[in-house]
């Protein structure tokens, strides 16, 4: 790997651990092919409270201490939590974690966020900033249907390129111990705006940004997509997975033999009439945290780049007719700790 | 400084400089008592744009732009820029920054941004994951009213301890240059809850979190307030500052004669109507920027602490009747290397 070239990629020194994580999903999630990942399911979306929003933030109270108990870590045993999410001000976290006391640094990359917080996490811990850090996310269909385009009631009618936001949290702590998987690098990604200003195709707003992230890695490593089992993304969606497969053939690089897509995997096209696929902070984030991660412990799989992707937009820049920008932050995961 | 104890303290190992900061205001911060701190005044609200939203990017981009001329750095000089603020999915900073193509993270602190920001760049340059980073963060005056009260239009009072959002934008560039001014150390934050339910009240709401984060460092390094020129919080206004000073002399602690408030500072209580003060991330991150880095740097200050404060809350939880979660940061910034 070539030192000096490498500006957005860090290799880790003494690969961290991902000591335990955990899957949290709602009744959707639970129906779908991917329904026995999930370590918890709330079958209510208000989980027991009085508002979506605050069923959201039960949601990561739930990851979070699911995580922490299977690791048998206490929340005192954590030094830093990065976490974040969809809504306006990211108070699905902030009310969320409050009763933990475990200090907190926010984070915001939409639906990239839990790229994001694994690559902070696992940094702190790799350079001996901290001894245990977590990172947690979510995202919930009836809060960023309100948020982002209309309130439930409303019945507004879904387009053909649409997603559905995933009812879900995944939470995971990172340690020094030695015990797969580990995460081996990561690349901070750019913000990378084609143009796209429909809000209901966000699979092609995001793209480019999963395309120039997962491209810079390459670069920079030295590396090929067959030396990972699969690359991961996180909610491109069918319409996106398509369109990142093909700007990569264009470099004459074939991936679609080794790229999953979490928005493509969670739900089943045929029968759950989701459109485009799933989407979401937690789309991704239980994905990784139920499913990839136990599967890279075990060593079914040996390396994964797994690749969050978020369209950073607001529903008043698109109403003032904004384009949308998108970022992608990658994390190389392995079996091996090298 | 027990390292057993220090769960939220980390001291810098080789403590990174701050090479070059800058700080972009409006017309009513030039006209308040720190105009003269300010490297650029952009007196139209708009910024020659067709909304608010955009002006604030443009307070952004400015920002940038002057930090990295002051510093002689150009965009490809910087490996990694942390940003965020308070808009709704932080779009101030995206739309902001996104033509500098810098490999970005997108954090959320609410005002305490300005050191959220801080502390991320200056531990990622002093544990050798990056050569030089960037933190930004601004706030907007019209913008964060029509967002968290009411548009301008409406011409709704302001309540006496209500406090002015600054319009106002800071940059600055870490290296890890020999050359002052130093970050010695920083104190991550934890949610603090006092139950405070009033959205016009935000300095009793964080003052609690100050409190907790700065008594933390204390604790966790053995210093003292008398180590410090001054103990900065970022905006408690006038109702907060007085409360902080309380907390701490209950401790049996006197702070009051080295606190300073950015939110007290950078207007003018008799001449500009302000209430309770100036608030947003960008009043913080302005008067670090713009008066206290230059001081520090030319060995006027020697040491100071400098502790922004967000109120984490969102328009949605404050309409659902909910608490106001706050948090601060706080970074340790030194003339000394150490």
Not at 175 to 204: F, H, L, Q, S
Request: charged residues 20%.
């Amino acid at each position: 790997m070539n030192e000096q070239k490498m500006r957005s990629t860090v290799i880790m020194q003494s690969p961290p651990a991902v000591a335990s994580s955990a899957a949290i999903g709602g009744k959707k999630e639970a129906e779908g092919p991917m329904g026995q990942y999930f370590d918890k399911i709330n079958d209510d979306p208000y989980f027991s409270e009085d508002t979506f929003e605050k069923g959201e933030s039960q949601l990561q109270k739930q990851a979070v201490e699911h995580a922490l108990r299977k690791g048998s870590f206490s929340p005192e045993d954590i030094d830093i939590l990065f976490g974040g999410d969809l809504l306006n001000q990211c108070t699905g976290t902030t009310y969320g974690i409050k009763s933990y006391e475990i200090p907190f640094l926010g984070i915001y990359g939409a639906c990239s966020t839990m790229s994001e917080g694994l690559l902070l996490a696992s940094l702190f811990v790799d350079r001996n900033i901290c001894k245990r850090t977590m990172a947690v996310t979510s995202s919930h269909f009836c809060t960023a249907e309100r948020q982002y385009r209309m309130p439930l009631n409303y019945g507004g009618q879904r387009t053909p390129t649409a997603q559905w936001t995933a009812t879900a949290s995944g939470a995971l702590v990172v340690t020094a111990e030695d015990k797969p998987p580990y995460i081996r690098g990561c690349t901070v990604g750019k913000i990378v705006d084609m143009g796209v200003t429909d809000a209901n195709n966000m699979g092609a707003a995001m793209a480019p940004a999963a395309f120039s992230t997962i491209s810079t890695f390459f670069e920079e490593t030295g590396m090929h997509p067959e030396d990972f089992d699969h690359i991961v993304t996180g909610d491109l969606g069918a319409v996106g997975s398509s369109i990142l497969c093909s700007l990569f053939e264009r470099e004459g690089t074939d991936i679609s033999d080794r790229h999953l897509d979490c928005g493509k995997m969670i739900y089943d096209p045929d029968t759950q009439d989701v459109h485009a696929g799933g989407s979401g902070c937690g789309c991704a984030g239980s994905m990784l945290c139920g499913y990839f991660l136990p599967l890279l412990r075990s060593g079914e799989l040996h390396n994964i780049l797994f690749a969050a992707t978020g369209a950073l937009l607001s529903p008043t820049v698109s109403q003032q007719g904004d384009t949308i920008p998108s970022i992608s932050h990658l994390v190389w995961i392995s079996h091996e700790r090298g």
